[in-house]
């Protein structure tokens, strides 16, 4: 292609919102044979809803909520928001609490009332030595369904699993097709539950899933996706993704995501669905053909 063409597909991916903030990123998308897609923000809303709270033995729904929704105010996870939102639903007031703790892919901890309170994925209550006993059947079939299981204990013993669910935006499966038919094999990565992930990735036909990756892994993991001599495009929205976004051959960052992963991509989407990247590709793959 010659710099004019390029220039003519550059300025006709910006008037339908697509921003390559780098000369050679429309080059090297028409040459990626594999996009990986982060989940949260991108394939999802973002925002998700609390769907499921099922309680141990003697432990009452509004006092569950009370504590962990106490301790999820101190954290800004989209999972935590859900909680929180869930207890303002129903007119519970949240308790102070003491020593927060966040641990980072793994979940929240922090003491309540004298009480040790911890929320998060089954690798927290692992780590923190906490049994799952029957609660681990209950996550499984909350996580077959594509929702996110959470685990909470008080005092080291299990007191609930709360499920949260992110929406599916409601252009992704479109984009997802259009992908395919652009000839791309697509991936996910998420910090999620792998049985979650698995669920929404067959939902939406995606070829390849990684999940429960940390967000130090999110790196690796994406070279790991890199096949034969074709070009790697990752697409993603959270502070977690810039490192992701920053090492793919082309980062493409959803423009309604986080200042942080803008900074560190080749392309940006204005509107904040994938059906942006399918443009991009598109017009990437006609400027670099010569095809109008
Ligand atoms: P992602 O951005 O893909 O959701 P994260 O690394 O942020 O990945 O989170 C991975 C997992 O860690 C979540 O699915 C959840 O199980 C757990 N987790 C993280 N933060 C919290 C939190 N504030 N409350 C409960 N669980 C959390
Ligand atoms: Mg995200």
Known sequence: ATPTSIMVGTGRAAEIGVLFRKGDALQILQESSVIAL???????????AL???????EMQEEDVLRMVAA???NSEHPIAEAIVAAAEKRGISLPKIGAFTSITGFGVKATVEEREVLIGADRLMIREGVDLGAFAGHSSVLATKGKTPLFAAINGELAAV???ADPIKPTTPQAIK???GLGLKVAMITGDN????EAIAEELGIDHVVAEVLPEGKVATLNSLRVGGGKLAFVGDGINDAPALAAADVGVAIGTGTDVAIEAADVV??????LGVVNAIDISQRTM????
């Not at 769907?51 to 033995?57: E, G, H, M, P």
């Not at 792998?194 to 992930?197: E, K, M």
């Not at 989407?269 to 994938?274: A, F, H, I, Y």
């Open 38 to 48: 982060d989940k949260t923000g991108t394939l999802t809303a973002g925002r998700p």
């Open 51 to 57: 769907t499921d709270l099922i309680l141990a033995d």
């Open 71 to 73: 301790v999820e105010r």
């Open 162 to 164: 709360i499920a949260v």
């Open 178 to 180: 259009a992908l395919h």
């Open 194 to 197: 792998q049985v979650t992930a």
């Open 269 to 274: 989407l204005m509107s904040g669905d994938l």
């Open 289 to 292: 053909r010569n095809i109008r």
